[in-house]
C-alpha cells in the first residue's frame, strides 16, 4: 500500500457521457468565435478557442470538435507578426500542440498559415514550447 | 596612420604622441596600466571629429571583448552636441568558468577523488581513465578496464575512497586502491538490462544502481561472505529508471524513470543501516525496504537528473519536455512548483544551496535557478555570458539554417553568431559538486558533455549569485 501520492497528480480522465457536455461547450465557444471574427478581433478569437481546451479527455470526438474552432479562429488571423502581443503566454503551449495537428493536416492553406504562425511562435516562446508540445504524449489535442 | 584623439584619461596616457590602431588598443589591455583603470572610474573622450569617436568606441568595444582586457568594460555613448562622448567604465564581469580542459572525443560521466586531485571519467567507452593534475598539467594515470561495454555511472566515495562504476554490461565493479593499482570486485547485480546509473550513498556503505530492467539495485557489502550484495526494488516503476540520489539519512533514495515520475524510496537494511531509524522531519522512516514513500506525478513525458538538496528538505528534477520541477517538504504532502524553460532541456541537476540549483543540459550551458525569500522558484540565468551574450536569445548556427529551410525564406545569420561561442560546444550531461571539506560552502563545480571537455566553475565571483550561496 502507498504511503502518500502526491497532491500534484494527473486529473482524471473524462467519462464519455461527460463528452457530450464538452461538445455543447464547444459549440457555444464556435458562436462566440464566430461572433469575434466577424468583429474582426481574430486573436480574441483565438484565446476563446483555446481556452479550456479538453486536452485530459481520450475522446476523438471532443477534439477534433474544439480542433475545428481553433482553426477557424487560425486562419482568420491576417496580421500574425502582431497577433502575440495580445496573446498571454499562458497559451503558447497549447498554440503549439494546434499548430502541428495543422501542419499534419496537409492541407495547403492550413499548413501555410500554421507555418507562419510557429515562426513567430518559436521566436516569441523558445524551442522549450516545441519540446512540450512534441514530447507531451498523454494531453494530446 | 590613426588620427590622433584627444582624450583625457585618469593615467599618464601621453596624448600628444600619435598612436596607431594597435598601440592604443595594446595601452588599454596589453601591459600593466589596466590596473589604473580603476572599477566605477570615468573617462571623458572629447574629439572635434565624430567618427574618431566613433572609432575609439568601436576600438572600446574590442578590447572588452577581448580576455586580457576583461578588467574593464567599456562602452561609449554618442551624444550628439558637440561630439562628445563618455566612456564609463562598468563593474568587471568575471567569468565563472575557471578551467576547461578536453579530456577525450566525449565524456560519458565523471567523478572525482575525496581529495579532488584526481577525476576518473569515462571516454565513452569501456574504460575509466583516472587524470591526476600535476603542475597544471592532466596525466593520465590509471586505465581501468574490466567492463565489456560503455560504463555509463562513475561514482567516487568520499568515505572509503572506492570507486563504483556501472555498465551496459550490466555489470558493476567496486574498485579499491591497493598501493598503486585499483583491483576490481564484482558486483552481482542480477540485472537482465543494462545499468543507467549509480550513486555511493552519503555514508558510503552502500549504493544505488538504476536499471533499464525498470529496478533499482541496492547493493551494501557483507563482511562475512567478503562480497557485494545487491538487493532489488522490483516494483513500481513502469520503465527504465534514468538517475538515483540518496538523502542525506542514507535511508531515502529518490528515483526518475522514463515513465515521467520521481519516486522515494526506503532501502533500510537490517544490520546496514542502524537499529530501527527514529522518524525525522521528512518522510516517515520506518519504512522496510523497497517501499514507496512518495510517487510525484509531475511529468508527462522522460524525467532525469534527480537531486535532493542539501538538508534533504526538497528535490528537483527535470523532464525531457525543456521543464525542471522543484519539490519541497517531500513526504505526504509536497509542495511542487514547474519551471517551464525557453530553450532546450536539461539533463542533470544540483543543488548548490537550499536556494540555488544549477541546472546542465542540451543548451550547453549551465543555467542557474534560485528561490527568492517564499519558496517560489525561477530561473535566473545561463552562467556562462559569453555564450549568452552572443547568442542573444537565439538558437546557433545551426539552428537558424535548419529553421530558415523549414520557413522557406532565406534568414541571414545574425553576425555575432559565431556558432557555439561558450565553453562547452556540446550537450552537458553531467554536473558533479566540488567541496574541499564539509564545513565550507560548496561553490565550485564541475560539468562534462559529450564535446569532450570538463569545465570547472566557480561561483564565488559571481556577485548577483552570492546572495544565494
Known amino acids: 500500500m502507498e504511503k502518500g501520492k502526491a497532491r500534484a497528480k494527473m486529473a482524471d480522465h473524462v467519462e464519455a457521457d461527460n463528452a457530450e457536455a464538452i461538445i455543447t461547450t464547444i459549440e457555444q465557444k464556435s458562436r462566440k468565435i464566430e461572433s469575434l471574427i466577424k468583429q474582426y478581433r481574430p486573436v480574441e478569437a483565438l484565446k476563446t478557442a483555446l481556452e479550456g481546451s479538453p486536452p485530459k479527455t481520450r475522446d476523438e470526438r471532443c477534439k477534433s470538435a474544439n480542433w475545428i474552432a481553433v482553426h477557424r479562429a487560425l486562419m482568420a488571423i491576417k496580421a500574425v507578426d502582431l497577433m502575440f502581443s495580445n496573446l498571454d503566454p499562458e497559451y503558447y503551449d497549447i498554440l503549439m500542440k494546434y499548430l502541428y495537428r495543422g501542419l499534419a493536416t496537409g492541407d495547403r492553406p492550413t499548413c501555410d498559415q500554421c507555418l507562419k504562425i510557429h515562426e513567430k511562435l518559436t521566436q516569441k516562446a523558445g524551442l522549450g514550447c516545441i519540446l512540450r508540445a512534441l514530447s507531451d504524449t498523454v494531453n494530446t489535442v | 596612420m590613426f588620427h590622433q584623439v584627444g582624450c583625457f584619461v585618469v593615467t599618464d596616457f601621453n596624448y600628444e604622441n600619435k598612436m596607431t590602431v594597435e598601440e592604443f588598443r595594446g595601452y588599454l589591455g596589453y601591459n600593466n596600466e589596466i590596473d589604473r583603470y580603476l572599477i566605477g572610474m570615468r573617462v571623458l573622450a572629447v574629439d572635434d571629429d565624430p567618427t574618431c569617436l566613433k572609432l575609439l568606441d568601436g576600438l572600446l ?22 561630439a562628445v562622448c563618455w566612456i564609463k567604465c562598468k563593474r568587471q ?18 567523478a572525482w577523488s575525496p581529495d579532488q586531485s584526481m577525476v576518473a571519467l569515462c ?59 585499483w583491483v576490481p570486485t564484482l558486483v552481482i547485480l542480477r540485472l537482465n538490462r543494462a545499468a543507467l546509473c549509480v550513486q555511493w550513498s552519503p555514508k558510503g556503505n552502500k549504493f544505488a544502481v538504476g536499471s533499464g530492467a525498470k529496478t533499482v539495485c541496492i547493493c551494501y557489502y557483507e563482511q562475512e561472505n567478503n562480497w557485494w550484495v545487491s538487493k532489488l526494488i522490483r516494483k513500481r516503476h513502469d520503465s527504465s529508471v534514468t538517475s538515483v540520489a540518496w538523502h542525506p539519512n542514507n535511508v531515502l533514495i529518490a528515483t526518475t524513470s522514463t515513465d515521467g515520475k520521481c519516486r522515494v524510496f526506503s532501502t533500510f537494511i537490517k544490520g546496514v543501516d542502524a537499529g530501527k531509524p527514529k522518524k525525522s522531519g521528512s518522510g516517515s522512516l520506518d519504512a522496510k525496504f523497497g517501499e514507496q514513500i512518495v510517487q510525484l506525478d509531475l511529468s508527462f513525458c522522460w524525467a532525469f537528473g534527480v537531486k535532493w538538496s542539501p538538508s534533504g528538505n526538497s528535490l528537483a528534477y527535470v523532464g525531457h519536455n525543456s521543464m525542471i520541477y522543484f519539490v519541497d517538504q517531500v513526504g505526504p504532502s509536497p509542495l511542487a512548483q514547474s519551471v517551464v524553460l525557453r530553450d532546450l532541456p536539461l539533463r542533470d541537476v544540483m543543488f548548490v544551496s537550499e536556494k540555488l540549483v544549477i541546472g546542465v543540459g542540451f543548451d550547453c550551458n549551465p543555467m542557474v535557478f ?21 547568442s542573444s536569445g537565439r538558437y546557433g548556427s545551426q539552428f537558424t539554417e535548419a529553421f530558415g529551410k523549414f520557413y522557406g525564406s532565406s534568414k541571414q ?6 556558432g557555439r561561442a561558450g565553453v562547452h560546444d556540446n550537450c552537458i550531461n553531467c554536473i558533479v559538486p566540488l567541496k574541499k571539506s564539509e564545513s565550507t560552502k560548496m561553490t565550485s563545480f564541475s560539468t562534462s558533455g559529450l564535446d569532450g571537455k570538463m569545465v570547472i566553475w566557480d561561483l564565488k565571483n559571481q556577485e548577483d549569485l552570492v546572495e544565494y550561496l
Open chain 2, 61 to 82: 568595444r574590442k578590447c572588452q571583448n577581448q580576455e586580457k582586457a576583461r578588467k574593464c568594460m567599456w562602452f561609449a555613448h554618442d551624444n550628439a552636441v558637440f
Open chain 2, 93 to 110: 564581469i568575471e567569468m565563472a568558468a575557471i578551467a576547461v580542459h578536453q579530456f577525450a572525443d566525449c565524456i560519458t560521466c565523471h
Open chain 2, 123 to 181: 571516454p565513452n567507452n569501456n574504460e575509466v581513465h583516472i587524470y591526476k593534475l600535476v603542475e597544471e598539467n592532466w596525466e593520465r594515470i590509471h586505465v581501468l578496464q574490466k567492463h565489456d561495454q560503455i560504463i555509463v555511472g562513475i561514482d567516487w566515495s568520499k568515505s572509503s575512497n572506492r570507486i563504483v562504476t556501472v555498465s551496459h554490461d550490466r555489470n558493476s565493479y567496486v574498485w579499491n586502491e591497493e598501493g598503486s593499482l
Open chain 2, 370 to 390: 534560485a528561490a527568492d525569500g517564499t519558496g517560489l522558484w525561477s530561473f535566473v540565468r545561463y552562467l556562462d555570458e559569453k555564450k549568452a551574450a552572443s
Open chain 2, 413 to 418: 545569420g545574425t553576425s555575432n553568431d559565431k
